[in-house]
């Protein structure tokens, strides 16, 4: 069926390393979003792509949607312990009404 | 102050009772929508709604039932025929389908 998939499912990092989470869908989606969740916590929005291509950055963060809008990554530049969490991406599949989330991918850090 | 809020927190409940999960948001969004984690695991949609009256069922909908009587309320019932209902449940709403997603604190069930 259709799905979203994230790699890698679990990474630790030393703190100020490099982080990167990649996003797969098995269709073309009309958008992608990209979610944190803290440990304990619920979901919080941070940025949604939508044409192809596109990069976005927040400070830190660099979005990218990839060319055919199968597949998105998200890049952390010299990680805190504040960017502890898992990661998700979601777009709408089977529907366009129907977001539907990735696997995730958690980020451990190491201080 | 404007948000979504769920409730209980924690529910504890009993093998072959139904349960009722509450989502209420005051962002006045149309769409809202219910997924559930499992530990370690990402979101599954289990329903999802656009408008007042009206919903679809998402990617693991068996064993759950919803109700949109009004724009601000959602309300999950977990019934006795949902073979594994221990997990914790997040409802969330959107003003508009695929646009930013605010979700709520989530309650965690579990039943013994």
């Known amino acids: 069926g259709q799905q979203v998939m994230q790699i890698p499912q679990y990474q630790h990092v030393q703190e100020g390393e490099d982080f990167t989470t990649y996003c797969n869908s098995s269709?073309?989606?009309?958008?992608i979003q990209w979610y944190k969740q803290r440990p304990g916590g619920h979901p919080v929005f941070l940025i949604q792509l939508v044409k192809s291509g596109e990069v976005k950055k927040q400070k830190r963060l660099t979005f990218q949607f990839g060319e055919a809008k199968k597949n998105s990554s998200l890049h952390i530049t010299a990680t805190q312990t504040t960017d502890v969490g898992t990661y998700f991406c979601a777009g709408p599949l089977g529907g366009y009404q129907k977001v539907t989330f990735g696997t995730g991918t958690k980020l451990q850090v190491i201080p | 102050d404007g948000g979504i809020t769920q409730s209980p927190k924690y529910l504890f409940r009993k093998e072959g009772q139904n349960v009722t999960l509450s989502c209420e948001q005051n962002l006045n969004h149309d769409a809202m929508y219910w997924y559930r984690q499992d530990p370690g695991q990402g979101l599954r949609l289990i329903y999802y709604s656009q408008i007042v009256n009206d919903f679809q069922k998402g990617d693991i909908a068996e064993g759950y039932s919803v109700s949109r009587e009004k724009k601000e309320s959602f309300p999950l019932t977990v019934t006795s025929a949902q073979k594994n209902p221990t997990a914790f449940y997040l409802c969330?709403?959107?003003?508009?389908?695929?646009?930013?997603?605010?979700f709520g604190q989530g309650t965690r069930l579990t039943v013994v």
């Open positions: 269709t073309t989606l009309s958008n």
């Open positions: 969330a709403s959107s003003s508009s389908p695929n646009t930013e997603a605010f």
